[in-house]
């Protein structure tokens, strides 16, 4: 069992910058994919980011390269998302979630946090 919580969402103008956090537990965390998902009002939840816990495999989805970066803090059992020149096209409920291996597909993903929003202003 894995338990995600996710913080670090709010309310950001056009071309600023929010990180979220992913606190997790469970003693299995190491053999977990961490991903970050997001959906807007109306529409299919979207893959953002996913990352092994060791760093050494990252894939972005397309509508965020080169403005997001994924980290983790091993001792902190923390992953985070760093959300550079934010759109409000970025406006959406971000979800973390686990899976057994790096993929962008939402149903592989069997653990999922309760999400956080994050608001961009034009």
């Known amino acids: 069992q894995v338990h995600l919580v996710e913080s670090g969402g709010g309310l950001v103008q056009a071309g600023g910058s929010l990180r979220l956090s992913c606190a997790a537990s469970?003693?299995?965390?190491?053999?977990?994919?961490m991903g970050w998902f997001r959906q807007a009002p109306g529409k299919e939840r979207e893959f953002v980011v996913v990352?092994?816990?060791?760093?050494?495999?990252?894939y972005y989805g397309d509508s965020v390269k080169g403005r997001f970066t994924i980290s983790r803090d091993i001792g902190k059992n923390t992953v985070y998302l760093q959300m550079n020149s934010l759109k409000p096209e970025d406006t959406a409920v971000y979800y973390c979630?686990?899976?057994?291996?790096?993929?962008?597909?939402?149903?592989?993903?069997?653990?999922w946090g309760q999400g956080t929003q994050v608001t961009v202003s034009s």
């Open positions: 979630a686990a899976a057994k291996y790096t993929t962008s597909d939402l149903n592989e993903y069997e653990f």
């Open positions: 469970g003693r299995t965390l190491s053999s977990y994919a």
């Open positions: 990352t092994t816990w060791s760093g050494g495999i990252i």
